[in-house]
Each structure stands twice: as structure tokens, then as C-alpha cells.
């Protein structure tokens, strides 16, 4: 039976269900709206999984219009600053929705 997306969900347990899920970069699915800006912008598929696995929210988690909890991710790292929204498609799923 698949896992209830909970009703309440706190940063910190955000962080945690994102950094389990993300462990297998398979969960990391980038949406075509992402793509198109991480061509845009020059960030590669690897910087997108590190932001989603290594990353702090900044912003969220709150409940967006298709009933998934989002959140924005910020990573800093060898002088580089990557942002993505990521939705949380409970419970095996991160959706990246974009990313700059």
C-alpha cells in the first residue's frame, strides 16, 4: 500500500524525506519546463542532483495547486549557486519543476 502524503510536513522533516528519496538519482525526474531552463542557464543534469540531494530549503515546504508538497532548494558549492523547486511526489518521486 502506498505511503499517505502526510497533512503537516516541517523543513527539517522536508529535508530528511528529500535527501532518503534522492539518494537514487532515478527519484530526480526534471520536467520539461526545467530542461528548458537548465539549457538556458547552463546547468548541467549533475548540478540539479547535487542541489536536490546536498541542498537547504529555502523556501517551503508548502502545499502547491496539484496537492504535492513543494520546496525550494539552494546549494552553494565551488563558487556556484544553484536553485531548483522541486515537488515532492510522496512518496518515491522529487519532481524538479525548474531550476536557476
Known sequence: MAEATP????PSAA???IRDVATETS??????????RQVERGITR?????C???????E???????GNWQVTLFRHATGEQINCVVAIDWPRKLIVVTAY
Do not use: D
Open 15 to 17: 529535508l530528511r524525506h
Open 27 to 36: 527519484n530526480i525526474v526534471i520536467v520539461r519546463h526545467a530542461s528548458k
Open 52 to 58: 536536490v540531494q546536498k541542498g537547504t530549503i529555502t
Open 46 to 50: 549533475r548540478q540539479i542532483e547535487l
Open 7 to 10: 497533512l503537516n510536513l516541517s
Open 60 to 66: 517551503g515546504p508548502f502545499m502547491n495547486a496539484h
